[in-house]
């Protein structure tokens, strides 16, 4: 299974930091998303907003391949001044 973390706003709306998801052979990042959008209310505001995502620790684009031994951590864009 892939560990699925989420950080910040993110974190605060889902009501949860961790989740254990499994992956059928290997996705995007973008279908993993879709997946977790699809599971109930709640959850489908990831599919209307843009997030950042790492896999094992490096930020990757949507279209980056995981599968079950990585860990992928989605997060609100960071804004600064």
Known sequence: ???ILFFGQTRD???VSQIDWPL???IQV???IDQLA???GKWQFLKESQHLCAVNQ???PLDHEI???DEVAI????TGG
């Open 75 to 78: 997060f609100p864009p960071v």
């Open 38 to 40: 699809n599971q109930s």
């Open 24 to 26: 059928a052979g290997p």
């Open 67 to 69: 599968d079950d031994a």
């Open 30 to 32: 973008r279908a993993l």
């Open 1 to 3: 299974m892939a560990k």
């Open 58 to 60: 490096t930020i990757v």
């Open 13 to 15: 709306q889902l009501g």
